[in-house]
């Protein structure tokens, strides 16, 4: 059974960095796209970025240029890093590991931007 747990949230001030981790564990990571998702109060869930295990990206257009998705197969772990924090960041980040039929979610991760 897959498991993703996220690490990394918190709050900051907008212009702030932070980085998020995705742990995954109970099959083969290198199998699986990984994503990265969030989700603010009263609004839908949102694809932020996803990476395949051929290493092709995909950003939504609010954070290109300012996220990066990267992974370590070696440690069966995903990361999102957060560059140029804005407030309307702030929701709550999912990690998402996808293959063929397959859609796994972690908890997430709480991140609050701050003014």
């Known amino acids: 059974q897959v498991q993703l747990v996220e690490s990394g949230g918190g709050l900051v001030q907008a212009g702030g960095s932070l980085r998020l981790s995705c742990a995954f564990s109970?099959?083969?990571?290198?199998?699986?796209?990984m994503g990265w998702y969030r989700q603010a109060p009263g609004k839908p869930r949102e694809l932020v970025a996803t990476?395949?295990?051929?290493?092709?990206?995909n950003y939504a257009d609010s954070v290109k240029g300012r996220f990066t998705i990267s992974r370590d197969n070696a440690k069966n772990t995903a990361y999102l890093q957060m560059n140029t924090l804005k407030r309307e960041d702030t929701a709550v980040y999912l990690c998402?590991?996808?293959?063929?039929?397959?859609?796994?979610w972690g908890p997430g991760t709480q991140v609050t931007v701050s003014s």
């Open positions: 998402n590991a996808h293959w063929g039929n397959r859609d796994h």
């Open positions: 109970g099959s083969i990571f290198s199998l699986y796209t």
């Open positions: 990476l395949s295990y051929g290493g092709i990206t």
